[in-house]
C-alpha cells in the first residue's frame, strides 16, 4: 500500500512537472513564432514584402460613376423608412418602388485615414478582397448577434484589415471572431496574414512608400501589435485606425452624389463618423414593371469616398433608432 502512494506522489511530480515544462516551452514557441515572423519579412525582402494584396482592396476606381446623378437630383421627394420594406429571407430587404431612407451601422474598413467630412462625396461599391468574404459574414453575422457590442465588431474588422494572425488574437476580440465566423472561417484568418514587423523591416518599407500609403501601413502594424500585446482600449485602436483633421473633397464629387446601383436603382451616403450612416434610394417603377424582384442587402456594400485619404465605409442592413410605429405611405406588394 505504501509503495502505491509512493508511485502516485511520483506520478504527480511527473505530470506537474511536464505541465510546467509546456508552460515554459509554451512561452517559448510565441517568442520564437515573433522572431520566426521577424525572420520571414526580412528573407521575403522587403519589395516583395510591400507586394502582399491588402485584405480588403476596394478603391474608387471600382465605382461604375456611368448614370451617376448630382445631390439636386429628386432632392424634393418625400423618403420613407427602408427599415419598414419587407425583409429578404437571406439577407436585406425587398425593394419597392418609390424613395427611401434608412441609418444605420456603418464600419470602417481602412486604418490609417481621415474620418469622413460633410464635404466629403462618397458613391456605392462592392466589397472586395481577399478576405471580402470574411468581412461580408460578420456583417450578416452581426445582425443575428444583436448582443455584439458596434466598437467590439469594429475592432474585430480593424484587425482584419491589418491582416492580424488569429495567433495573434487575444481579449475580446477573440471572442469576437468565434462568436461572429465559423471554425473553417477562422482559419481562413490565417491566410495572407503578417505578424508584427519588426522596427528595422518597417523603416525600410516605409522609405519606398508615398505617405499617404506609409501611414496606412504603419496603423495596420500598430494594430497587430495592440492585438498580439492583449492590452489595449477601443480609444488605442481607434488612435491608429483614424487620423485626425479632414481629406480635402473633390469638387467633382460632391456629398450626396447618386451612385446608380448595378441593379438599376438609385443610392447615397451621407457618413456620419464612421459608425453612422445615412442611406437614402430611390426605386424607379420602370424596374419592377415585369415582376422583377429587387434586394437591398447592405452587408456587402462600401460607401467609397472619391477622396483616397478618407475612410472606405462598410455598410449594414441594421437601422438604429428605428420607430416600426409607423406605416409605408405608398403600395408596396412586392412579387
Known amino acids: 500500500m505504501k509503495n502505491v502512494k509512493l508511485l502516485g506522489l511520483a506520478l504527480l511530480f511527473t505530470i506537474a512537472g511536464l505541465n510546467n515544462v509546456n ?164 482559419t481562413q484568418l490565417e491566410g495572407g496574414a503578417l505578424g508584427v514587423l519588426p522596427f528595422d523591416v518597417m523603416e525600410k518599407a516605409k522609405d519606398k512608400l508615398p505617405s499617404a500609403v506609409k501611414a496606412v501601413f504603419e496603423a495596420e502594424n500598430n494594430i497587430r501589435q495592440l492585438v498580439a500585446s492583449g492590452n489595449y482600449t477601443y480609444a488605442d485602436m481607434e488612435k491608429y485606425a483614424i487620423i485626425a483633421g479632414m481629406a480635402p473633397p473633390r469638387s467633382d464629387v460632391p456629398s450626396g452624389i447618386w451612385t446608380k446601383h448595378p441593379d438599376g436603382y438609385y443610392i447615397r451616403y451621407f457618413p456620419s463618423g464612421y459608425s453612422i450612416t445615412k442611406v437614402q434610394i430611390y426605386v424607379p417603377k420602370e424596374l419592377l414593371a415585369n415582376g422583377n424582384k429587387l434586394i437591398y442587402d447592405a452587408a456587402g456594400d462600401i460607401a467609397c469616398p472619391a477622396n483616397t485619404g478618407s475612410q472606405r465605409l462598410a455598410q449594414t442592413n441594421e437601422p438604429l433608432e428605428a420607430n416600426y410605429s409607423l406605416k409605408l405611405t405608398t403600395a408596396c406588394n412586392p412579387k
Open 23 to 186: 508552460a515554459q516551452f509554451g512561452g517559448l514557441k510565441d517568442k520564437l513564432l515573433k522572431i520566426g515572423t521577424a525572420q520571414g519579412a526580412k528573407a521575403l525582402g522587403v519589395d516583395q514584402f510591400l507586394k502582399q494584396p491588402a485584405a480588403i482592396t476596394t478603391s474608387f476606381e471600382d465605382v461604375n460613376r456611368e448614370g451617376e446623378m448630382m445631390p439636386d437630383f429628386k432632392s424634393k421627394e418625400k423618403f420613407q423608412p427602408l427599415y419598414l420594406l419587407p425583409k429578404n429571407p437571406e439577407g436585406g430587404y425587398v425593394l419597392c418602388e418609390g424613395y427611401y431612407e434608412m441609418t444605420n451601422k456603418s464600419y470602417c474598413l481602412k486604418a490609417g485615414t481621415f474620418a469622413p467630412s460633410k464635404g466629403d462625396g462618397y458613391m456605392f461599391a462592392p466589397v472586395l478582397g481577399p478576405k471580402e468574404e470574411i468581412v461580408v459574414s460578420i456583417l450578416k453575422s452581426a445582425e443575428k448577434h444583436p448582443e455584439v457590442e458596434q466598437h467590439d465588431i469594429q475592432v474585430l474588422l480593424w484587425t482584419i484589415i491589418a491582416r492580424t494572425k488569429f495567433a495573434d488574437y487575444s481579449g475580446q476580440v477573440k471572442l469576437t471572431a468565434v462568436k461572429l465566423l465559423t471554425p473553417k472561417q477562422l
